[in-house]
Structures are given as C-alpha cells and as structure tokens.
T-cell receptor
Framework: QVQLQQWGAGLLKPSETLSLTCAVY????????WSWIRQSPEKGLEWIGE???????NYNPSLKSRVNISIDPPKNQFSLNMSSVTAADAAVYYC????????????????WGQGTLIIVSS | DIQMTQSPSSLSASIGDRVTITCRAS??????LNWYQQKPGKAPKLLIY???NLQSGVPSRFSGGGSGTDFTLTITSLQPEDFATYYC????????FGQGTKVEIK
C-alpha cells in the first residue's frame, strides 16, 4: 500500500520560494507519475504539475513559469519549488500518485499526501 | 483549458436517499473522468476512475456514468459517512477539477 508523506515550510513572505518534498513509501516508485495539487477557497483544486521517475515533467501552463518539480529516485522522493509567491499562492498543497507510465487508463490521483498549509504573509 | 462544471453546488439529502451529481466538460473528454470524495481537513479520496470504474474498497452504492461531455456520480442509498464534498476531475488534457458539490444532511 503506497503512502505519501510531505513536508516543507508553511509560512512564507511575498516573493519567497515555496519548497515542499514528498516521500513515497511502499509500492513501485519508478512506474508512476507523481503530482502536486493545491486547494484554496478561491480557486478550488488546481493541478500544479507532475514528474516521472525519468524526470519527465508536465506543468499547468498557468503556473509553468514559476514552478519546478524534481525527483530523487534513490530516496523515493519528489519535490516542488514555486518561486515568487504571492498571497494568491496561499493554499493547502498536496502530493499525489498519478497514472502508470504508458497507461492513460489509470490517469487519476490514486493516493494523496496529508497536505501542507502554505500561508503567505509579510 | 478544459473547464469542468458540477451541478448542483450543494444539496441536502436524507439517509437512504438516492443522490445524483452531474459534471459537464467544456469539450469532449472521452471517459477520462474521475470522481473524488473529500471530508473536512482531509485529502480527497478517489472513488471512481475512467468515468465508471469503482476504485478498490469503495462501496458499491457509488457508481459513475457518462462519456464525452456529460457525466454523473450516483449514490444509491446515502449513508451517514457519505456527507462530504464531491469533485469531478478530467485527465484528457492537462488535469482540471470541478468546483465541488457539497452533500449535506437534510
């Protein structure tokens, strides 16, 4: 049974960089895509982007210019960096397990991390 | 972007009621449609994938249908633990979510 545990700084000042990491326990890290999703009262659930074991990424076009998702296969971890945050980036951020590589029929978010509340305040 | 519109935004229902939530995509998405349940303070939980496939461990009172642009999530006999917010999500092009439907106790 796959479990995701995430962590990172929760209080940021405007213009700082958001950094979160998600560790994957159990299951096969190398065969899936791994995503970041955020949720705010204003925008609801918003997919940020995804990465696979090889480092191939896909990003939400609306956030692409500020987002970088990276992966550390030996540690079974992946990370999110979002630069130049503003109050509009305040949300609960989730990591999640996505589809199997090469299998679009499994394209969903199957397992989620516990969420991290990000506050942006000067 | 593909926009996902759910209706209603909220509903009140009683234990044992049959509940149907609708999700409409702004363009055709074949059957790349998933449904999630979220309870306060918790991450969303996958219920239905590929429009009609029940995720393992999800009770059979949940079912999904539709294809193309119009989809439904049905709960045949509402149970106390089903009071939550439900989201649809498309994975045909990028990934986008509906705005949610909150199911409340009547």
């Amino acid at each position: 049974q796959v479990q995701l545990q995430q962590w990172g700084a929760g209080l940021l000042k405007p213009s700082e960089t958001l950094s979160l990491t998600c560790a994957v326990y159990g299951g096969s890290f190398s065969v899936y895509y791994w995503s970041w999703i955020r949720q705010s009262p204003e925008k609801g659930l918003e997919w940020i982007g995804e990465i696979n074991h090889s480092g191939r990424t896909n990003y939400n076009p609306s956030l692409k210019s500020r987002v970088n998702i990276s992966i550390d296969p030996p540690k079974n971890q992946f990370s999110l960096n979002m630069s130049s945050v503003t109050a509009a980036d305040a949300a609960v951020y989730y990591c999640a397990r996505g589809r199997k590589k090469g299998d679009y029929d499994t394209s969903a978010f199957w397992t989620w991390g516990q969420g991290t509340l990000i506050i942006v305040s000067s | 972007d593909i926009q996902m519109t759910q209706s209603p935004s909220s509903l009140s229902a009683s234990i044992g009621d049959r509940v149907t939530i609708t999700c409409r995509a702004s363009q055709g998405i074949n059957n790349y449609l998933n449904w999630y349940q979220q309870k306060p303070g918790k991450a969303p939980k996958l219920l239905i994938y590929g429009a009609s496939n029940l995720q393992s461990g999800v009770p059979s009172r949940f079912s999904g249908g539709g294809s193309g642009t119009d989809f439904t999530l049905t709960i045949t006999s509402l149970q106390p633990e089903d009071f939550a917010t439900y989201y649809c999500q498309q994975s045909y092009s990028q990934k986008t979510f509906g705005q949610g439907t909150k199911v409340e106790i009547k």
